[in-house]
């Protein structure tokens, strides 16, 4: 069996901007389709022409999302969790992913357990938490 898993996430018409940012701070490869490049079919709800209809990054890091969420996405009830191999990549991944308006949740230092661990809102309002162990 051959499974892969990808959080989705339903943006509030920034999927573009929003897969595109994450997109550059982790790479990989990212595929975007378009409600207005589909065939007509019927959705329950009226998507704007040019927002994402599905969008899939995959890489070291998996997201899927597209636009059609009413809702904000900040929340303290999920977040993201990225491990690195280093303390170095780890401080400069949570610095790429508060760019642009992200704010720190909890400062990158020294964990009770050991590693090293912070947490950043990016400005789409996603949660991530970076940890990083270089035992």
Known sequence: MSIRTSAYITF??????????Y???????????????MP??????EPEPEWVAHGDLTGPVNISGGDGG???LKSHV???????DSIEEGR???????????EEAMAYEEAPWG???????????????????EN
């Open 12 to 21: 509030t018409g920034n999927a573009e901007e929003a897969l595109t940012f």
């Open 70 to 72: 009413d809702q904000p």
């Open 115 to 133: 590693d090293h661990y912070g947490q950043v809102r990016d400005r789409f309002g996603v949660l991530w938490a970076v940890e990083a162990n």
């Open 40 to 45: 007509d079919t019927e959705f329950p709800f």
């Open 92 to 102: 400069a991944l949570l610095e790429k992913l508060s760019a642009d308006g992200g």
């Open 23 to 37: 997109h550059s701070v982790f790479g990989g490869n990212l595929e975007i389709d378009k409600y207005g490049d």
């Open 78 to 84: 999920y977040s993201f969790l990225v491990y690195s």
